[in-house]
């Protein structure tokens, strides 16, 4: 069953008035900024993408059209609303979706077999996490990425780019203006 645009867009403003610096922005990600983020995804070799902070799927919707039919998408989300939209919204068996933090990757990972990932995606508001949270969450998902492997993260603040740089080394920044809020889109190559 495919979730109505509608739909998403309720689940999705309700949780921002909730919570607005969560999500930073009171609609989901615009198809410019799914545009930004996934245009140098090698779908032909991707078989384990994960992605954090699925939100009401619109990303992942996307990710889902595009990805290989034997590659699996990991989907870490802590909201329960977006928890159970996302499992009763979207019937493709490829998507797995976890109802726990990012940081718990590598743990998720070896559970379910699956090896490293590919690619992370992540537009989770790092700029709000503790030093300590946002740490954990960024190391577990480089030690999560295989040899070679992508993170992608889209942020409306430019604050987690040193993060990432520590991290990962270089870090290419592009800017995506045309979504609501405007977004930075980090690619993060693992070495």
Partial sequence: METSADSSAFVFARNFFKNPRMLGSVIPSSRFLIHQLLRDVDWNHARVIVELGPGVGTISREVLRQMRPDATL?????????????????????????????????????????????????????????DEDRTAVLRNCHEALAEGGVMLVYQFSNKVR???????????????????????VFKCEKE
């Fill in 74 to 130: 990991l989907a870490f989300e802590i909201n329960d609303d977006f928890v159970r939209h996302l499992n009763e919204n979207f019937a493709d068996p490829r998507l797995r979706v976890q109802h726990r933090s990012g940081a718990e990757v590598n743990d998720a990972l070896r559970e379910l077999g699956l090896g490293k990932a590919d690619y992370v995606i992540a537009g989770i508001p790092f700029s709000i996490m503790s």
């Fill in 162 to 184: 040193a993060d990432l740089e520590n991290l990962f080394g270089r870090v290419r920044r592009m800017f995506e203006p045309r979504n609501v809020l405007p977004a930075h």
